[in-house]
């Protein structure tokens, strides 16, 4: 039987992929963020996934010389194409 930890590992991950969107904040500052995606229909079981998704966004990601990161779920409403996956 496969536990949460290999389908994590032989399946989600596999398909996960990172978009860097190069947003600004005001004074024209950059402020670039990352969205990341995976193939949310390899986990068929819905709790499971929102777990899962809940779980990651809950980690602490940051870099050495950038500090420390926020996570946030989308959905977002840009302001000038009204897409969902970014602000």
Same mark, same amino acid.
């Given at each position: 039987m496969l536990?949460?930890?290999?389908?994590?590992?032989d399946t989600l991950l596999r398909s996960v992929w990172i978009e860097r969107i190069d947003t600004k904040d005001s004074g024209d500052?950059?402020?670039p963020r990352y969205n990341v995606y995976a193939n949310g229909t390899l986990i068929q079981n819905d709790e499971l996934w929102m777990k899962?998704?809940? !779980? %990651?966004?809950?980690?602490?990601?940051q870099l !050495? %010389?950038?500090g420390k990161g926020t996570t946030e779920?989308?959905?977002?409403?840009?302001?000038?194409?009204h897409s969902v996956d970014h602000p």
């Open positions: 536990d949460v930890a290999d389908c994590v590992r500052s950059a402020n899962l998704r809940r !779980y %990651l966004t809950d980690r602490s990601y !050495y %010389l950038q779920i989308s959905p977002y409403s840009c302001g000038i194409c």
